[in-house]
């Protein structure tokens, strides 16, 4: 039996203070069948909101289609005001394929979103990373350079062409980014120690930019340059790996947070696993860790085996004692008490009735 | 300023069915000022209960006293039955110094309370452990062999003569033990395996007693022995430690659980390092531990400072901040939250008000 094929999608509208406007874009979005919302996260000074939700890949792309449609009714651009880059009402939509789907297959729907956008609403669309048309467009920075307010000089340029909709600035809606991309994990070490210094010194021994080389390699040596005038760096263990020590007063301890952009070159247990090694080297212990939003299944599958490999035990196990085994190694149960059924994105599709994390601040 | 001085006692009542009359007797002690009981715990199938409560030297003799005395009253020891060994009405009473107090001055006051029992009771008392008058009676289980059936055979030998009370056998009490001993700490240490077996392995690796030898280290290989016929023991790492590693379906977890029976010799923080370093090595994780009783407030102090130490930060913090670090280095808050009011023996002491840990199953 082939697994269903489950794509998240976390538009971002540029919309952050009416609650009003935002509700309305969520509820367009929710009102296409077999769409779970799972996170809504305004912030004000940003005045953007971005919105989590998934589905089966044609769900998914309706809702989409529904939010952006509704965002382009109800948010005007022209008057948009926000600390964060952005060109469009919906200024940037990716879908992240979870399981059953494949990534070329994902970027594939990708297309048929813009093009609906494009076509239907009259919004330039921009495909990028795994569905980007050419490799100068897959940065969204890069597309994104100028923003709102440049963009009716850039788009009337040739290789700013868009790959949706018409070569015509869209004042009121901007113009939106599609496309597909693997799944982001934010994911907090804790340690036994308050001192962000140290938790600091755990993510630059892990994260791939590493840190700045010193002189005679102290902590205020001079930073050494290469012929360039650049710092040179000292790589990480682990490539796709960003992180960073910070104190969190609520715990009383400190933590490294590390983004994990691409699970298949770093898992989450190889993540732990470095940490638990850098911070034992420094004579600190990892305590536990902490997932801030959800994983995919198979993440904690692949850890749980992981795991029981290393005892030399069968991993012919079901998926909730997998799941368990994870947990328990990884301490993700350290600070609060692990909820798969809000943790697992295929669990809160499967359990609808759960409550969704829609936090409305 | 000189510490308080603050002592535990923990006697053993041979009565564990009738609730009525464990309550009469609790309420002896607690009828004494500046008394804390801590835990009351009934055993049905040994018909036996251990009681434990603090204070000052002065009021927990006295409140000791008060306890055997209605213990005298209430249970008639030539009508008890129950699994576990015992000679009275009174079993067993030991004094163990916790704070501001040495372990000579505690076997002073066992001597004192022993004195007023033999003397006003007319119960035949022995001294054991840190409070034994010679070698031969300084183990609870030589003084206690025959039991309360052979005791009056047993008292006639010169060799019994008790140390304090007549020399004759007293049908309806019994004989009581008295005595003074260091406290024992009973530890779990939490484990990223459901197997029990690789549970006892580190409990194997960590335990004075160790393992068995057995035919070319195999698991199933014969066991070795000595020209006596005596196994041979291949002794663990940590001396004053006994362990075992079980299954608790309740947390779905194996722990190692350990008796620290001398944390002068090896500390809270040592037998914790020494799982982790064995768990290593076997592949495993230590997640968290746990404390089944209450400890000592020094150590946690002295297990904060070592972490501290181990990271090369100073350890001049306030005695919370020590103890948060002990509790976040062990992961002594891994099942249940930590609340040192409730889990350290002084702080039960300041603040009387609390909910005294008592189970009244």
């Not at 022209?78 to 600390?83: A, N, P, R, V």
Request: net charge negative; hydrophobic share 35%.
């Amino acid at each position: 039996m082939k697994e269903q094929a489950i794509i998240e999608c976390v538009p971002n509208f540029s919309e952050g203070r009416n609650m009003d406007i935002i509700k309305q874009i969520t509820d367009a979005i929710e009102s296409v069948d077999g769409i779970q919302l799972l996170d809504v996260d305004p912030g004000k000074a940003t005045n953007r909101t971005v919105v989590t939700f998934i589905g089966s890949p044609e769900a998914v792309i309706e809702a989409a289609f529904q939010g952006i449609k509704k965002a382009a009714e109800l948010i005007d651009m022209s008057k948009h005001k926000g600390e964060h880059p952005r060109m469009g009402a919906t200024d940037v939509c990716p879908l992240i394929p979870i399981s059953g789907i494949s990534m070329e297959e994902t970027a594939a729907y990708a297309h048929q979103l813009a093009k609906r956008v494009g076509t239907e609403l009259d919004i330039p669309t921009y495909m990028y990373e795994n569905a980007a048309t050419s490799p100068d467009r897959s940065n969204l920075a890069i597309i994104r350079a100028g923003e709102y307010e440049g963009f009716g000089e850039k788009i009337i340029k040739p290789e700013w062409k868009p790959d949706y909709g018409p070569q015509k600035f869209n004042i009121k809606s901007g113009a939106t980014v599609i496309g597909a991309r693997k799944i982001l994990i934010a994911y907090n070490v804790n340690l036994n120690t308050t001192s962000e210094r140290r938790a600091n010194s755990v993510a630059f021994d892990v994260r791939e930019q590493g840190r700045v080389k010193r002189k005679d390699d102290k902590p205020n040596g001079e930073i050494l340059k290469d012929e360039q005038g650049e710092a040179i760096r000292e790589l990480g263990k682990l490539k796709a790996v960003k992180g960073i020590g910070w104190f969190i007063p609520e715990y009383g301890i400190a933590q490294v947070s590390m983004n994990l952009t691409d699970t298949e070159i770093t898992p989450l247990h190889i993540a732990f696993e470095e940490c638990c090694k850098s911070a034992d080297s420094r004579g600190m212990r990892v305590t536990g860790s902490e997932l801030v939003g959800l994983v995919p299944k198979q993440v904690l599958l692949d850890a749980g085996k992981y795991f029981l490999l290393k005892q030399e035990r069968s991993t012919g196990l079901s998926e909730t004692e997998l799941i368990h085994i994870a947990v328990k190694s990884m301490g993700l149960d350290d600070l609060a008490p692990f909820d798969a059924s809000k943790k697992v994105i295929e669990y809160c599709l499967e359990d609808k009735d759960a409550n969704p994390l829609v936090k409305m601040k």
